[in-house]
């Protein structure tokens, strides 16, 4: 479940989930079952061959989707996922600019690397031509500020009741962007997590995102493309798709990682419109939606049901939140707290500033809760951002358990470098 056990049987709380891959929990018995099961029937055919677990785990995904969209490729990755998402935006629109964001990551892949734009994943290379990249709306760095969708604000930002005040001063410098380096009308797509997941779990002002879809749509003649692979699957609570707390439905969507609870498993929905453009040539996928995957999607998306699993990332990760914003107010490493449902993040910074903490500093915190028994991610543009994503079944206890850990690796931290709090 959310537990790990070293080669010597020490037990580790797992905040990462295998890079927010294991969603239901390490070893989960009913998706343990499944998969037995099925490895004795039959392990692999293509979908060129019809079987029944494809169509019951399709419709079961399906029945999540909002809206038109109806039609859904398995793939088995998110950088594959991401981009025939990219391939199906140009076969529908005829255009071939996409639009994603500063500090974004969407893969790793050669015709991706444009796509993402956070520089240490970038190769010493030229990338394929037509990605530009917008600038990131980040209420904790971004020049304007903002309020986000999060129990927890930056200091001193405002508190609008609706859509933020800055989001438009945003969509302003992306329309600045289109205006000077796209043809007129001519995108192909813009390209966003609903909170970024790599970066740190960066929530963009209220508002922002559905203005850039409505911009890029209306006047550029764009689609929008929304990569669930790290917010999809009730992770932030009070949806079940991170898109769904923007208020907006999009065009395309990726999904990956918790899809299969780390089984080889992604997908990108779509609607019939988009997909009919994708008929001008033949299409199969090797692996994707092989009997094995598909019972493994299919249970995982019966877990989640049948262990309110959704409703564990509500009411524990606004639980969680509240304790690390009281966290933060007796350490002052802690520069930002922000997040929605189980998908939070620790902004470390220099005491007193927004200077990030040094990598050698973070790393030395890191290594330090690891040896208190907790696993917990990083990212961020500077890889000093502690990122908790754990397994969505994690408890009260585990959560008062990682707060006493912060606590005193912290102060450990603190007290060895002589810092002041």
């Known amino acids: 479940m959310q537990w790990l056990f070293d080669h010597e049987g020490r037990k580790y709380l797992d905040l990462f989930g295998g890079i927010v891959t294991v969603s239901v929990g390490h070893c989960h018995p009913k998706v343990v079952s499944a ?76 015709a ?37 969708d999060s129990l927890s604000q930056v200091p001193g930002s405002c508190s609008c009741p609706g859509d933020c005040v800055t989001s438009d001063k945003y969509i302003h410098q992306l329309n600045e962007l289109l205006e000077n380096s796209v043809p007129a009308g001519q995108v192909a797509a813009f390209f966003a997590e609903s909170i970024q997941g790599v970066n740190g779990a960066v ?133 930002d707290v922000r997040g929605k449902g189980l998908m939070l993040g620790l902004e470390l910074v220099v005491p007193g500033t927004k200077q990030a903490l040094k990598v050698a500093d973070v790393s030395t915190i890191h290594e330090d809760i690891k040896d208190h028994g907790i696993l917990i991610g990083r990212g961020g543009r500077y890889n000093n951002v502690l990122r908790i994503k754990p397994p969505m079944c994690i408890n009260k206890e585990d959560v008062e358990f990682t707060i006493s850990v912060l606590d005193e690796t912290l102060k450990n931290f603190l007290n060895n470098n002589q810092i002041k709090a």
């Open 203 to 335: 929530q963009f002002p209220k508002g922002y995102l559905k203005k850039a879809q409505e911009l890029v749509k209306t006047k550029y003649g764009g689609i929008f493309i929304s990569d669930e692979v790290q917010t999809g699957f009730g992770r932030t609570g009070d949806a079940f798709w991170g898109f769904e707390n923007h208020g907006i439905i999009p065009d395309i969507v990726t999904m990956a990682k918790g899809i299969g609870n780390g089984f080889p498993l992604a997908a990108v929905v779509t609607t019939k419109e988009i997909a009919a453009a994708h008929t001008r040539a033949t299409y199969f996928n090797t692996f994707g939606g092989n009997p094995l995957a598909a019972c493994v999607g299919k249970a995982v998306l019966e877990t989640i049901e049948e262990d309110h699993l959704q409703e564990n990332c509500k009411v524990l990760g606004k639980y969680f939140i509240e304790q690390l914003m009281d966290l933060q107010k007796v350490h002052p490493l802690i520069g």
């Open 112 to 148: 991706l690397m444009g796509l993402t734009a956070t520089q240490s994943y970038r190769m010493p290379m030229p990338v394929p031509p037509g990605f530009y990249h917008a600038m990131l709306p980040d209420p904790f760095r971004g020049i304007w500020g903002g309020c986000r």
């Open 35 to 110: 998969l037995q099961d099925q490895i004795h029937t039959l392990w692999h055919t293509t979908n060129i061959y019809r079987h029944p677990k494809i169509y019951e785990y399709v419709e079961k995904l399906v029945a999540k989707m909002p809206g038109d969209l109806k039609v859904v490729y398995l793939v088995n990755s998110g950088s594959e996922a991401n981009d025939l998402a990219v391939l199906l935006a140009k076969a529908y629109t005829g255009n071939h600019d996409v639009i994603s964001l500063q500090n974004s990551y969407h893969g790793d892949s050669t």
